[in-house]
């Protein structure tokens, strides 16, 4: 195949839409799917359903080393409360579930739940928690308990899973606007997911990004449950990279960055389905272009956390910041985020301080630049400064 040819496909914006790359270059679409194959396919060791290894392409984008570096910055806590509400509202926002903020901060604060919704929070706080004790390794025994704790206890008798079975035990079909998907025969998940948690262990040489984003694909592909495989899928992307070492990742708006973009999110899915048609391979290139593109360089568009923190951390070394001051900031950062506070609000959501220790946190912080006020009215709030 032509070089200049070849180079022009492989920098074509839609060079992983097939379909369109078959329409523009007729010519040259097999030459360009051949090479591909040759010099660019890194073959993976887990299977599509007629029992071939998936492939995917890479260095094809690049992610931001911000990135890398707020994802592994170091943290005192498991997770963020903040992050955690965003992320189960997102999580199950993706999938059409809505549940009022009001009750996913109530359960975040320890306070018991009130009626169903509240337990299915209550599920998916104690799953978050789950994936972010490092002692809890990804195995099938944990897969299973973190789906049943999350999503499978609070589920209809027809989409439970059988009794000491750990995936569905019938048929699934997906069906949505978006993507329509058949998940792997009931009778070769068990052979398919224990090969998958195989290579999710092992030590390879994949970017642990990337590889994230791959085991994120591929549980969805399998769907080895009824219900619930988009909420599964997201937990096992974010408790990857927990495993990793990447202590950050409960602190960041991940599954919040995905429903913004939902749509590219389930066409990247369906891309994947669509170019097996044009190259008889599955491969979830479109899918991890996707993550990098529009989650994962966003993460750090969107946080400047980790420059705040350096000069939290620069006036705490120089005597400015008392004990109760410290355990104040951590809990703003972790409760609120970059969401606005009243001092009202911190008083009664901290608990553990009186009126005027937080006024005097407030205008103090104020002063070093780290927070930063606007007034309602008579009212005034407060928010964390992120620094550029």
């Given at each position: ?74 943290q005192d806590k498991n997770y963020g409360i903040k992050a955690a509400e965003e992320e189960i509202i997102a999580t199950s926002a993706i999938e059409n ?292």
């Amino acid at each position: 195949m032509d070089i200049k040819v070849f180079t022009k496909m492989l920098k074509d914006p839609h060079f992983t839409d097939y379909k369109k790359m078959k329409y523009k270059y007729s010519e040259s679409f097999d030459d360009f799917i051949k090479a591909l194959e040759e010099l660019y396919h890194k073959t993976l060791p887990i299977f599509d359903f007629e029992g071939n290894n998936l492939v995917y392409i890479e260095n094809h984008s690049s992610i931001k080393q911000n990135t890398v570096k707020l994802l592994l910055k170091t943290q005192d806590k498991n997770y963020g409360i903040k992050a955690a509400e965003e992320e189960i509202i997102a999580t199950s926002a993706i999938e059409n579930i809505d549940f009022s903020r009001d009750s996913v901060r109530n359960i975040l604060k320890g306070l018991a739940p009130k009626d169903e919704q509240e337990n299915r929070i209550l599920g998916m706080k104690k799953g978050l928690e789950f994936i972010s004790d490092s002692e809890n390794k990804i195995t099938e025994e944990n897969l299973y308990k973190l789906y049943m704790m999350s999503v499978g206890d609070f589920l209809p008798e027809e989409d439970r899973l059988a009794d000491g079975k750990l995936y569905r035990h019938d048929t699934v079909y997906v069906v949505s606007d978006y993507v329509e998907h058949s998940g792997l025969d009931h009778k070769k998940v068990s052979e398919f997911m224990s090969n998958f948690i195989d290579f999710i262990n092992a030590d390879d040489d994949i970017n642990d990004l990337i590889k994230a984003a791959i085991i994120h694909f591929y549980l969805a592909y399998v769907h080895p449950y009824f219900d619930g495989n988009g909420r599964m899928a997201r937990l096992l992307h974010l408790w990857f990279l927990v495993q990793k070492g990447y202590r950050s990742t409960l602190f960041v708006p991940f599954s919040s960055q995905i429903e913004k973009s939902r749509k590219a999110y389930y066409n990247a899915f369906t891309q994947v389905e669509e170019n097996k048609k044009y190259c008889e391979k599955v491969d979830p290139t479109p899918f991890i272009l996707y993550f990098i593109n529009e989650v994962y360089n966003k993460i750090s568009e969107d946080s400047n956390v980790a420059e705040t923190l350096s000069a939290y951390e620069n006036a705490l070394a120089n005597g400015k910041i008392t004990e109760k001051e410290t355990r104040l900031w951590k809990f703003v950062l972790s409760f609120y985020g970059t969401e606005e506070f009243s001092t009202k609000q911190l008083e009664k959501d901290f608990g553990d301080a009186a009126y005027a220790t937080i006024r005097g946190f407030v205008l103090k912080f104020e002063e070093l630049s780290l927070l930063s006020s606007a007034k309602y009215g008579v009212r005034v709030k407060y928010k964390v400064v992120l620094k550029k």
